[in-house]
């Protein structure tokens, strides 16, 4: 430790955004997107989170709540006022959908840390799903 960081208690560990991403994908298992089909088959929230620009140029996957990342939390809250129809439960087994993969990892921490504790992320975001030529609207 510096001289300097001794001289700031409480300074929090300083890491770089790669390993932070590491930090929070330990916490539980992504999925690909194969298997994000088969979950949503089976009952599982896909949930897009791509700003609107990228959903206007790229698609929509079909059955995805699509969340803007600034409301998730508040969309995906069961106990919350502003909750979407379908987050009817901490269960709820929630699959996270960027561009590709990184925003999502975040998204999935904090939703985790609210409880939600099936959230994941499709590894890869929207751009996996696309190019495993599975259903995109447009």
Do not use: K
């Not at 510096?2 to 560990?13: F, I």
């Not at 890491?15 to 690909?32: F, S, T, V």
């Not at 790229?58 to 939390?73: K, Y």
């Amino acid at each position: 430790m510096s001289a300097d960081d001794q001289a700031r208690p409480g300074r929090s560990e300083q890491i770089g955004i790669d390993q932070l991403l590491d930090r929070i994908r330990a916490d539980y298992a992504r999925i690909g997107p194969e298997e994000a089909a088969v979950a949503a088959s089976e009952g599982a929230l896909l949930v897009d989170i791509r700003y609107a620009a990228l959903r206007e140029r790229d698609g929509l996957i079909p059955g995805a709540l699509v969340v803007e990342r600034n409301e998730l939390e508040w969309r995906l809250d069961p106990l919350g006022s502003h909750r979407a129809p379908e987050a009817v439960s901490h269960d709820l087994h929630i699959v996270v959908i960027c561009n590709e993969g990184y925003a999502s990892s975040l998204a999935v921490a904090s939703l985790r840390q609210l409880g939600l504790h099936r959230a994941t992320d499709l590894t890869g975001g929207f751009q996996a799903w696309r190019a495993a030529g599975l259903p995109v609207t447009h």
